[in-house]
Each structure stands twice: as C-alpha cells, then as structure tokens.
C-alpha cells in the first residue's frame, strides 16, 4: 500500500469539490476527459473517477482506464457491500462510482471528477454531506449531430434507438446543471472546460 504523505496532518481534513460531467451518449464526455487527464495541470489538482458497469466493453474502450467491466452478479455484490458513492441502472445495465475515488481525492488533498449520467449527477448534488458539489453538462451543438454520432458507434440497432430515446430524455436534464458545454470543437470545449475547473482552485 501507498503511504500516505498527508498523514502528519491529522487536523486538516480536506474536503473535495467534485465536478459531475453528464451528458447524452455521443456527446463526447469520455474523449473530453480523456484529453483533459493527460494534461499535468489537471493530473496535480484532481482524481479521475472510473466508473463500474456491466454494459458491454466497446472496441475502443480500456478496462480500468474508461470504465471497470463487470458481470451483474458482482455488481449487485458491491452493490450490496455499499461500495458505491451512486449507482443507477441505465438501459437494463447498471453504472456505478466507487467510493474510493472520494477517499483518495480527501487522502491527496485534490478535487474529484466524475464521468455519470443525469440521474447519477442529480441524485450526487442532492448529498449535502460530500462538500461542494458543481455540475456540467456535455452536449452535442445540435441532435441531429448527436443522433449521427451515435449512429457511427458499433453496436447493434436497436441499441443506438435506445441511446437516442435515451439522449432526448437526457438533454431535458440540461437546465438543472451549473454549466452547459456544446462540444463542437474538442479543443475548444476541452479549454472551456479546463477554464472551469482551474477557476475553482
């Protein structure tokens, strides 16, 4: 195990802000954040938090570096450990953010950044206990951009129709967070967002 360099300072319990990023499928959320990790600035003042699902991996996606693949069985027993920070059930698949990141984010003296969708993001920002708490929607500059992003995934059709019924209940969600990006353009939404975050430090 890592020691913990901040033990000395037993009287100085930090609280983490954390940044919820939501948003429809397709609109790119995860290449955000994954832009946004490989920068320094962002790796010194914050923890990436990787959620759980039992959703199908996707070619391009890494176990461990864009979500923790499991089987229903043993999400359902974390579940049942209260291993989870939140956890909702999306389209027959359950997502979930371990608690883990929050406590490493407190250990590191950092702020936290969780990936999740609207219902996670709502239900985070209604837990007085876990500090300050500010939400930013992703969104795609129009639908019919998203609807063709989602339609470019591999992934089996009705699938993508249940990701676009799903988007236009998710953008309804949009007005009840604190900030709104359109990612039109990656490095322009990727500066917007990094503004956003170094501000609150």
Do not use: W
Not at 2 to 19: L, S, V
Not at 21 to 33: D, H, Y
Not at 142 to 170: H, P
């Amino acid at each position: 195990m890592k020691e913990n360099k901040h033990q000395h300072k037993k009287n100085t319990t930090h609280t983490p802000t954390i940044f919820i990023l939501s948003g429809p499928s397709g609109a790119g959320k995860t290449t955000l954040v994954n832009e946004l990790f490989s920068k320094t600035s962002i790796q010194n003042y914050f923890v990436r938090g990787i959620s759980v699902t039992t959703r199908p991996k996707r070619p391009q996606e890494r176990q461990g570096k864009d979500y923790f693949f499991v089987s229903k069985p043993v999400f359902l027993k974390l579940k049942s450990k209260n291993f989870f920070l939140e956890y909702q059930k999306v389209l027959d698949n359950y997502y979930g953010t371990p608690k883990y990141f929050y406590t490493d984010a407190v250990r590191d003296k950092k702020d936290l950044i969780l990936c999740i969708d609207v219902k996670g993001g709502m239900y985070l920002k209604k837990q007085k206990n876990l500090g300050k708490i500010l939400t930013l929607f992703i969104s795609a500059p129009t639908q019919g951009d998203l609807y063709t992003r989602l339609e470019k995934r591999v992934e089996k059709k009705e699938t993508i129709i249940e990701r676009i019924a799903l988007a236009k209940k998710e953008l309804r969600f949009a007005k009840y967070y604190d900030a709104l990006i359109v990612n039109k353009d990656i490095r322009a939404s990727l500066k917007k967002l990094e503004n956003i975050l170094l501000a609150e430090k």
